[in-house]
């Protein structure tokens, strides 16, 4: 009888692996798929009702960080917010897709590039080159999180990380909320109509 050897789990191997059987992937995708819609409504309308702008309201800020063509500087509270905002995106992604690496980040860049596109079409709000690296910043550090926590946990990271997403999920977009509630303009312009308008007959 010849005895059938196996070959240890590498790490990426034991990633691929540690939410299989518990749910624990089904789970993530969904609180994922939350986390998406939320983001594209926290970034383009600041969780109020969906509307189109003006023509006259599209701006595009091409210099990053300091000021310059009529835009100021970019302000520490806000490169933080979009860090914050953007780190839950890293670690959906390193959990779901564990070997990806550097396509994760083409995901999360593209994903940011696409949000402020979305915006200068929609005129509803200013499309920056900051927002774009320091968003991708923030998916960066998530992944980076999500590795020092296989170390840890390793084959429970899956569970684990089900509940913690769900709960910092929750937690980031209120905090999101409350300091975009201290902004002194949150809404679209009065003579913008809020109505969302449908090729309806």
Known sequence: MTETSYAPATPRTAAVNELSGTGGRWALAVLFAIYLMLLVWLVLWK?????VGR??????KLIPFV??????ASAPWEVFANIIIFLPFGIYLAALVPTWRW??????AGASLG??????????GSSDVTDVIVNTSGGLIGLGVLALVRRKLRSRTGVVMAWIMALAT???FIAATALIASFPRLGPPDDVDMRVSCPCP
């Open 47 to 51: 969780f109020h009702v969906p509307f």
């Open 55 to 60: 023509d006259d309201m599209r701006e595009i």
């Open 67 to 72: 000021g310059g063509g009529g835009f100021g």
């Open 103 to 108: 396509r994760a980040v083409a995901v999360m």
């Open 115 to 124: 949000l402020e596109v979305a915006e200068y079409v929609l005129a509803v």
């Open 170 to 172: 929750v937690v980031v």
